[in-house]
């Protein structure tokens, strides 16, 4: 099946916007900025898929994790442009895969219509590379380059510079964000493992009360004479 084909209706939302398709329950397009990061529920039953466009000779690289829900195990599809399926991950909490692209729409889905009653929160952040944005921003520079022989530090050394600055600050951006997403899903645990503890020790009272009820009664009814006195 192919991207194009599909009426498309774009919503937006926040930095990207929502593709709405028929069967399938929706899609997302995001700017053109180098990553972008996004946070859902997804229904029990329910499957959610959403695009890229990327260009050739690029560079796309996704990470997701699953939050929150029974199991955290997802299904994760990645198809190219011409509809061919480049990753399938079966009932995993997580993955990272980097494909080089073409010109085309990519597609990645997650797919929740294994369960029946749980939903599943789903974190996943896509990097892009080799978009063009840097060499244009580099074809704006040099058109100010002149004269800088006279210079000990020339134009180009500080956009090196701001470039090297730059991708050390997205990248601990990306690390921050991973980082939180582990944070959300830690505590998810833990709050989860909080009320299985709760409920369990509340069943456990429950036991021992009615334990000793009953070894209350039964010492009560050893000592009672039973016997009927005689007028």
Same mark, same amino acid.
Not at 78 to 98: A, M, Q
Not at 129 to 141: A, C, K
């Given at each position: ?29 995001? +700017? ?38 029974? *199991? ?12 061919? #399926?480049?990753?399938? %991950?079966?009932?995993?909490?997580? *993955?990272?895969?980097? /494909?080089? #692209? ?10 929740? #219509?294994?369960?029946?009653? $749980? ?9 892009? %590379?080799?978009?063009?944005?840097? *060499?244009? %921003? ?22 090196? +510079? ?9 990248? $601990? /951006?990306?690390?921050q964000t991973l980082l939180r997403a582990f944070e959300a ?9 909080? %009320?299985? /503890? ?13 334990? $000793? ?19």
């Amino acid at each position: 099946m192919g991207l194009l084909p599909w009426p498309r209706v774009l919503l937006p939302l926040g930095g990207f916007a929502l593709l709405l398709l028929p069967p399938p329950p929706g899609a997302a397009e995001f +700017s053109p900025s180098l990553d972008s990061d996004f946070t859902f529920t997804l229904p029990a039953g329910r499957k959610e898929c959403f695009y890229q466009p990327m260009r050739k000779e690029a560079s796309l690289e996704l990470e997701y994790q699953v939050l929150d829900g029974a *199991g955290l195990d997802i299904d994760f599809h990645l198809l190219s442009p011409k509809g061919e #399926t480049l990753v399938f %991950d079966e009932r995993k909490s997580d *993955g990272v895969h980097t /494909v080089e #692209t073409e010109d085309g729409d990519y597609m990645f889905c997650f797919d929740n #219509t294994f369960s029946t009653i $749980s939903e599943k929160v789903i974190f996943f952040e896509l990097i892009l %590379d080799n978009m063009g944005e840097d *060499g244009q %921003d580099q074809e704006d520079w040099k058109k100010y380059i002149t004269g800088t022989d006279l210079l000990d530090m020339k134009l180009e050394d500080i956009l090196e +510079s701001i470039n090297s600055v730059k991708a050390r600050l997205s990248k $601990s /951006v990306q690390i921050q964000t991973l980082l939180r997403a582990f944070e959300a899903r830690d505590r998810n645990i833990q709050e989860s493992n909080f %009320d299985r /503890v709760n409920f369990w020790s509340m069943v456990n009272l429950g036991v021992m009360v009615v334990v $000793s009820a009953v070894q209350v009664y039964m010492l009560k009814s050893l000592f009672e004479d039973k016997r009927k006195s005689r007028t």
